[in-house]
């Protein structure tokens, strides 16, 4: 996949967060954090992640919502169950998608990471689709980006964050035998 010069990926759906800023001056993007999405929780389809990465989403409209309906959050990406990728905020920008969160020794995640959403959950195991565009994906950010590790939500926010569960299998981001990364 071929991103454009300011950071967007060249044919993926484009929603635009506002949930997003600069990144601090100098910050190389060295991470890909991959992380798993519901709304509502256990349902697929619907466009709710789409509307809570907006501020649009209605509170009155599921009983989970009211608990999340303040958040101020966004991925750069989201990865749907039919392979559809959307992308809401520029990779060259900072999206807020990891919280409180620590990697090798450093915290602040959000501020030299990308953060991928795949439509999913602890409970369902991602599709073939899902993983063919991720891999696709990964690609593409290492031709524009100083990427060195991926790492779960749940490894850099542990006891916080799950996602992606259980279900997610890293070996299916294997290229030819060869690891992603």
């Known amino acids: 996949m071929a991103l454009d010069d300011q950071g967007w990926v060249i044919g993926a759906r484009r929603i635009e967060s506002p949930n997003c800023d600069e990144r601090p001056p100098g910050e190389a993007i060295r991470l890909v954090v991959i992380h798993a999405i519901s709304l509502p929780p256990g349902q697929f389809g619907g466009d709710d992640v789409f509307r809570l990465f907006t501020n649009t989403l209605d509170p009155s409209a599921h009983p989970f919502f009211a608990c999340i309906a303040g958040l101020r959050v966004s991925a750069h990406f989201l990865i749907r169950r039919d392979g559809q990728l959307v992308q809401f905020v520029s990779g060259d920008r900072r999206a807020w998608h990891a919280?409180?969160?620590?990697?090798?020794?450093?915290?602040?995640?959000?501020?030299?990471?990308?953060?991928?959403?795949?439509?999913?959950?602890?409970?369902?195991?991602?599709?073939?689709?899902?993983?063919?565009?991720?891999?696709?994906?990964?690609?593409?950010?290492?031709?524009?980006?100083?990427?060195?590790?991926?790492?779960?939500?749940?490894?850099?926010?542990?006891?916080?964050k799950t996602d992606p569960g259980p279900h997610f299998d890293w070996h299916k981001l294997a290229l030819n035998g060869t690891r992603v990364l």
């Open 99 to 160: 919280g409180v969160s620590c990697w090798r020794g450093r915290e602040r995640c959000n501020d030299f990471s990308l953060g991928i959403e795949l439509e999913g959950d602890d409970f369902h195991s991602f599709t073939a689709a899902q993983y063919r565009v991720l891999r696709r994906l990964i690609a593409g950010l290492r031709t524009r980006y100083p990427i060195e590790g991926l790492a779960a939500h749940s490894d850099i926010a542990p006891g916080r």
